[in-house]
């Protein structure tokens, strides 16, 4: 079991979640209009853009991220821990999400709560994944990259299907309250990505508090900051040295893939994703 995952209506989980709380979660969960929800396919630049949110929350004052760790600051809901703090929380709340859309609480369909949902090149987040849930003791470990390839091409990994998990949040992609970033645009013009998520949160900055966003969230600072870098998740979680933070270099499966499988990669992108626009995958 320990190097399994755990299935709940088709999708592969960590093996230590539990089946009736996500469908509890999915149920019962109430998302209100005032919260902000960050949804995204693992390896995505999650924990970038969510640290983003909370700079912005507070005009780019570090003190909050540099003194809760960030999975307190806007939980995971379909996690035990996270699903737990976010009912107890009063007032406006930051949620983390990665489900697939199809287990996320049904109430945020009905709800005015602002989601933001991010995408990245998904031979990025395959390489990314690749290091990290090979580190990660509640899933499968791969043995090999070449192995990786294969179960991420059919979605035999955390959370399923990448090209599933795309197509079920673009359902939501013409509401006003839904927001599309990529992690390219974010890497590419972090400045301007950031007044987007402003304006779309309805909130202002002065350029100083821009600065100090910029700044605090860069990838060197995110590095250091042990309330984001996860160093001091226990060993119940991860094997050893963590990196979640671990390149930022947009294009660095070039490094990993080989040729072949960079171009099964492209037909398969094409024959799954012919259906949606194509501004939505800047890297194309
Ligand atoms: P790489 O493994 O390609 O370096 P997630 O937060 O969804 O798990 O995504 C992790 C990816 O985001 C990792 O990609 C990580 O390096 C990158 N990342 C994390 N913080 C970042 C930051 N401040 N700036 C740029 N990339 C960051």
């Not at 160093?231 to 072949?260: A, Y």
């Amino acid at each position: 079991m320990a190097d399994d995952y755990l299935w709940v209506e088709g999708v592969p989980f960590f093996n230590n979640f539990n089946p009736e709380t996500l469908r509890q979660l999915r149920d019962e969960f109430v998302i209100k209009a005032e919260d902000v929800v960050t949804v995204t396919y693992p390896k995505s630049g999650t924990n970038w853009l969510i640290e983003i949110l909370c700079l912005i929350h507070f005009k780019g004052d570090p003190k909050w991220i540099q003194s809760v760790p960030i999975w307190e600051r806007s939980p995971w809901v379909e996690s035990d821990f996270g699903y737990q703090l976010l009912s107890e929380k009063e007032g406006p709340r930051l949620i983390s999400s990665h489900l697939p859309i199809q287990l996320f609480p049904k109430s945020a369909f009905s709800s005015k709560a602002k989601v933001i949902y991010a995408i990245r090149n998904p031979r990025d987040v395959l390489v990314s994944g690749y290091f990290f849930w090979s580190l990660v003791t509640t899933c499968k470990k791969p043995k090999s990259l070449e192995e990786y390839f294969e179960w991420f091409c059919q979605g035999n990994v955390v959370y399923g299907s990448w090209f599933d998990h795309i197509h079920g949040w673009m359902s939501m992609k013409d509401r006003e309250n839904f927001l599309i970033l990529s992690y390219e645009e974010l890497k590419k013009d972090t400045s301007k990505t950031v007044e987007k998520i402003c304006q779309f949160l309805g909130k202002t900055l002065e350029p100083e508090e821009l600065k100090l966003i910029l700044k605090n969230s860069s990838f060197q600072a995110m590095k250091e900051n042990k309330m984001s870098n996860y160093s001091f998740v226990d060993g119940t979680f991860l094997r050893n040295e963590l990196p979640l933070i671990r390149k930022d270099i947009p294009g660095d499966w070039k490094n990993h893939l080989t040729v072949v499988q960079a171009e099964a990669f492209d037909k398969l992108f094409q024959k799954k994703m012919a259906d949606l626009p194509r501004e939505l995958f800047p890297w194309e």
